[in-house]
Each structure stands twice: as C-alpha cells, then as structure tokens.
C-alpha cells in the first residue's frame, strides 16, 4: 500500500533527529540540579508538546486529533479508520546558583533527549487504545564541597583539608497501554497499566587532603545503585457537560495508584585503598516511590479558542516517612533534613487559532499556545518547601491545507527555590526548555489526510 508522502517525510525527520539528539548530549546526564540528589529525581512534564506548550494542562481535554497522555478515557475519541503518532525530543539549558559564605556558586548545563513516542487507535466504535514511552523522570547532578583545616577540630584537626564530590545520574522511564470506552453518550472511561523501570547510580567520594608529616588516608568513596522495574496503574473520566457545534466543555479526572518501586539496590562504601576494604554494605536514603495523583480539569473549546484549567495533587508524604541528610552544604556548611511532602499545583493553559480554514494566510491557520503552572518541590529542607513555577510558548504549524497533521515547537522558562535562596542559602535552579513534536494523523475524507490506501484492483 502506497504510504502517504507527508509521513515518509515526517518519519524520516524523527529518523535523523533521534542519532543527533544522542550525538548532541554533553553527556549521559538528562537532568541537571542538586535536588535530583535525593529520591526519584526531577520529574518530567507529562503531556504531548502541545499539551506541555499551555502549561501542562489535558486531564479534560477531548480531541481526536491530540494525543492525552494525561487520560486514558481520551482514547475513546479515536474515530474510525484512524491512527494517530506522537513524536517529540526536548533540549534543557540549566542555570544552578548559590551563595555560600557571601561567595556567589553559579553552573549552567545542557541536556538532549527525546521526551514522548506515542500512538493512538480505535478498537471499535467509541472504544480506543492507547501507548506512550516517556521519561518519567531524571537525576544529574556533580558537586563538590571543600571543608577547610580546622586545627581545633578533635577529629579533623589531625586530617586537615577534605574534599568531598558528590555525584549521579539515571533516569525511570514509564510505558503506559490503556484503552477508553465511552460507556454511554458524552461520558468515557478509562483504564492504564503503566510499566516502570531505570537504573540510578549515586557516587561520593572524600579526599583527605593530609598535614606533612602526619601520615596517609585514604580515599572513602560510596556507591548506591538503584534498578528498577515495577507496574502500576491508573483509570480516568470525561464527560461532555456541553457539546454543540460552536462549543465543547469538557469535565475529567484521573487518577494514579503510585505505590513504592522497590527497586532492587547495590550499595557499599569502601577504602581506596589497594583491597578496596569494605567499610559498610548499607547506606539509607529516601525511599523511591511514586505519589498518588489525582488531577481534575475543565477544557473549553470553539472553533478559534481552546481553555483549560487543572489542579494536581500528589501523595508524597503519605506514602513515606523516611529522611535524608544533605551532607555538609548550605550555608555556613550546615546540614538540613530532607523529606517528602505532599504537593498541590495549578495549571492553565489557552491555545488559539485565527482561522483553521483560511486559503489565503498561512499564519491564520497556525495554532498559538501560552500556559502557566505554579506549585511546590516534591521535598522539604528542614520543613522548608520550595516553590516552582513555569511558563510556556508554543505553536503548531499544520503540514498542509486542513491538515490534522502539524509540527509543534515549545518553549519553556521555570524556576525552582527562589524562596529559599537567601534565606537557607539554598540553590536557586533556572531552566530554558526548547521542544519539537511531530503529530501525524491517519484520517479519512472529512480532512483528506489518507495514509494508506486500498488498492482498486488485485
């Protein structure tokens, strides 16, 4: 069967740009910031580029030509003898600063990876399937502290100068299979098992730096290592309140079981000495788990205007009680509890298009997307909670003339631990996302975007 030219194209291009994505990390690194240092990591933004690009906002959408990663009870919206593919990659630019002991820290970093491989399909009339492949979430972090000589130290005082290094990486990455039915007129439900596993490894090493003539020490250097490999689930729910042919408003919820990933860990810290002499084979850290989640929203749409609201509230805290200690960092080299909290955010979005249908502009028929989300970090320092915001730019360029078809671009500034900089002296983390996303849609003759035809004859 003939394949039509616009998915040779578009396929080819995420063909290219998947090598140069990996060709262009700095390293294997996919996140950037200190507090990856504790738990699973820094979480990604779920969501299609489109989605993302109005602040992260979907739980309520309902359109059959977006892929909801957000809602398995969005896939009932399949119409026949289609086929919808998501493809998108997103590079990161991290900018860290600190101010310890009155001497301003600053790092930057750029990560590359891909961020969503998705497809879409009917089963049967208002019964559809769903599969997406996302990064979960990242750690990626390298630091270093330097503890001076301090003669009147009992114990260090006959060591002298330590340095200690600090660093990770690893990623848990999540394939979620789904399908939603709409059980009667207007009202959908849905069903995912969500699959997860990774590999994080976490690494310090402390260089006693000694006095002349007070003899050597040695290195002491510690590895944890975390393989993971668990299910989960997650159901969700939409309802048409309003559905006429000038507007749609949309009611949904979803939510996630979460649960503990028990993931199987390696951890040992040892001498750099020539046997490298095991010291201890246990090190606690906090637990890696995945919160409860429970997301409502409301989705409005019309021929020009698309709105949305959602408001996301995780379970951390509920489901572990454990602590971390930061180590010597902060300022004046204290040391602060870390723990998990529960987290509530806010996400708003809008997108609009001129005039889908506009022979003569090209630009009318483009789709502009703006959003915004506010809310805080998923840990506490010393009970302290940090506060995290993004906003978002996108637009969709569709390939051709009435064309579900179309290429994403999204931009994304956030900030993390702006609150807290001064005062604990903690890192205060800044972050440029830029996205591409390809959407390749199988319709049929109400938007002539066939991708496979039947052939007349045998």
Sequence with gaps: MPVKNTLIKLLVAAAVLVPAAVAAQTSSINAFSPYTMYGIGELNTQGTLAMRSMGGVGVAMRNAGVMNLLNPAAYSTAPQKTFLFNFG????????????????????????????????????????LGFSLTPYSSVGYRTKFYHQFDPSDPVAGNIGAVQYGYQGEGDVTEVKVGIGWEIFKNFSIGIAAQYYWGDIDRNFVMTPTTITGEGNFASMVGND???????????????????????????????????????????????????????????????????RQLTAGVFYQTSKWALGVDYTFQNWGGRNKRTEMTGISGAAGSSYEVAYTDTHTIKVGAEFTPNRYDVRHLLKRWSYRAGFRYGIHNQTFNGHQLAQYAATLGIGIPVRFFSVSAIDVGVEYGSRGANLSKGLGLVRQQYFKFALGFTLFAGGAENNEYWFSRPKYD
Excluded: C
């Design 89 to 128: 990659v997103e590079g990161q630019n991290y900018y860290n600063a600190q101010q310890v002991e009155g001497v301003s820290k600053k790092t930057a970093y750029n990560t590359f990876n891909f961020h969503d491989i998705a497809f879409q399909m009917p089963l049967t009339r208002g019964l559809g």
């Design 225 to 291: 290592n975390y393989n993971i490999s668990s299910v989960k689930g997650q159901v969700g729910v939409q309802w048409n309140a309003i559905l006429t042919q000038q507007r749609i408003l949309t009611l949904g919820a979803a939510f996630d079981f979460g649960g503990d990933l028990s993931p199987e860990v390696t951890s040992r810290v040892y001498n750099s000495d020539i046997n490298y002499t095991t010291v201890r084979g246990d090190t606690t850290h906090l637990a890696l788990v995945l919160p």
